[in-house]
Every structure is written in structure tokens, then in C-alpha cells.
């Protein structure tokens, strides 16, 4: 973690060059941030690993593969740098593929620029920023029955997906699904 008061060292992967642009320099307009570096490739990013990072964006359609591939390098920096998947995906194979892979983060390229910073801030403080959209997603897939059928065992297994989250983690999940930043939800529900 961070000491209070420093910069945060944010890196952006990211193929189009508008969309890299625009969150650049809306990063850069942020006080306490500094983009430290960008890469629009898989190749590009590697040969930049070694510039410590706090933050990562990560893009995960890139032209030379999937952004994912590169989670193990950035988790073998030292230290390793927060990991945010931002995508225009939200479909349920990029965000299975995302969190399976390790990203800490998944906010989708049509967050404004403010719940763009938020994501970084609450990932660089070691909280999993979540855009809305996602977080439905998550809430109705823990949900869903996976197993075939609707008897008691299709019941059971969707109770203890259910249960494994704590009270509290069901009630912030739910206030990300309904659209509240994760600021909105702290002060609705009394936490920080």
C-alpha cells in the first residue's frame, strides 16, 4: 500500500488510441495521479514492466491476444501493481476470464471518468472496484442454479454460493448492482 499523500503511479494498456487518450488525460487532470506509462499491445507492455506501476488498466481484446496474458508478469513485479480489467466486455465469458485470470478490478469503458478514477483509487487502496453492470452479473450468476434442474440439490448448491458471501458483502454487491460508486454505497449502508 501506499503512503498517504504520494502520487499514484497509474499504467494504461489500451489498443485505441482515442479511448487511451481520453482516459489519459482525464487521469492526468486528477490530483495525486500521475500516468507513468501506456502501451496499445501485449508486446509494448512487456518491454515497459520494469516502470513500477500502482495501478494497471488493462484492455483485454489487444491485437496481439488477450490482455489477461499478461496478469503473471505483472504479478512478478515487485510490488505488483493493482490489476483493473478495463473493457468494452461485459458479457459473462470476458468477466469469468478476467477474475479467473487474477485482475482485481473489472470497470467497463463506459464508466465516466470519475467512477474511472474511483476504480483506480479504490484498487490502489487494495478494494476490487466493480462496474455496475458487472456486479449484476455476478449477483444474478451466484444466484442462477448451476446444477441441472430445479430440485432440492440445484437449491442447495444456489443457497451455498449465496451464503459464502457475508451479510455485508450481499448488501454492497446489491448497491453496485443497482449503479451506486462504491463511495454511494459506503455512505448508504454506514462503512467506509
Same mark, same amino acid.
Request: proline share 5%; net charge negative.
Given at each position: 500500500t501506499r503512503a498517504a499523500g504520494m502520487t499514484l503511479r497509474v499504467a494504461i494498456i489500451e489498443d485505441q488510441p482515442a479511448v487511451l487518450d481520453a482516459v489519459a488525460n482525464g487521469l492526468r487532470l486528477a490530483e495525486g495521479v500521475?500516468?507513468?506509462?501506456?502501451?496499445?499491445?501485449?508486446?509494448?507492455? !512487456?518491454?515497459?514492466?520494469?516502470?513500477?506501476?500502482?495501478?494497471?488498466? $488493462?484492455? $483485454? #481484446?489487444?491485437?496481439?491476444? !488477450? #490482455?489477461?496474458? $499478461?496478469?503473471?508478469?505483472? !504479478?512478478? !513485479?515487485?510490488?505488483?501493481p493493482a490489476i483493473v480489467a478495463f473493457t468494452v466486455f461485459g458479457d459473462e465469458t470476458s468477466v469469468v476470464e478476467a477474475i479467473a485470470a487474477g485482475v482485481d478490478g473489472y470497470v467497463l469503458k463506459t464508466a465516466s471518468t470519475e467512477v474511472l478514477l474511483d476504480a483506480v483509487r479504490d484498487a490502489a487502496a487494495g478494494a476490487s472496484p466493480i462496474s455496475p453492470a458487472v456486479a449484476g452479473f455476478l449477483l444474478r450468476r451466484l444466484r442462477a442454479d448451476e446444477v441441472p434442474g430445479s430440485g432440492p440439490a440445484a437449491q442447495a448448491r444456489s443457497e451455498h454460493r449465496l451464503m459464502a458471501l457475508t451479510a455485508r458483502e450481499h448488501e454492497v454487491l446489491e448497491a453496485l448492482a443497482r449503479g451506486l460508486s462504491y463511495r454511494e454505497a459506503a455512505l448508504r449502508l454506514g462503512i467506509s
Amino acid at each position: 500500500t501506499r503512503a498517504a499523500g504520494m502520487t499514484l503511479r497509474v499504467a494504461i494498456i489500451e489498443d485505441q488510441p482515442a479511448v487511451l487518450d481520453a482516459v489519459a488525460n482525464g487521469l492526468r487532470l486528477a490530483e495525486g495521479v500521475s500516468v507513468v506509462w501506456t502501451a496499445n499491445s501485449i508486446s509494448q507492455a !512487456r518491454t515497459l514492466l520494469a516502470v513500477p506501476a500502482d495501478v494497471v488498466l $488493462l484492455d $483485454l #481484446g489487444l491485437p496481439d491476444g !488477450r #490482455g489477461t496474458s $499478461l496478469v503473471p508478469a505483472l !504479478r512478478a !513485479r515487485a510490488p505488483a501493481p493493482a490489476i483493473v480489467a478495463f473493457t468494452v466486455f461485459g458479457d459473462e465469458t470476458s468477466v469469468v476470464e478476467a477474475i479467473a485470470a487474477g485482475v482485481d478490478g473489472y470497470v467497463l469503458k463506459t464508466a465516466s471518468t470519475e467512477v474511472l478514477l474511483d476504480a483506480v483509487r479504490d484498487a490502489a487502496a487494495g478494494a476490487s472496484p466493480i462496474s455496475p453492470a458487472v456486479a449484476g452479473f455476478l449477483l444474478r450468476r451466484l444466484r442462477a442454479d448451476e446444477v441441472p434442474g430445479s430440485g432440492p440439490a440445484a437449491q442447495a448448491r444456489s443457497e451455498h454460493r449465496l451464503m459464502a458471501l457475508t451479510a455485508r458483502e450481499h448488501e454492497v454487491l446489491e448497491a453496485l448492482a443497482r449503479g451506486l460508486s462504491y463511495r454511494e454505497a459506503a455512505l448508504r449502508l454506514g462503512i467506509s
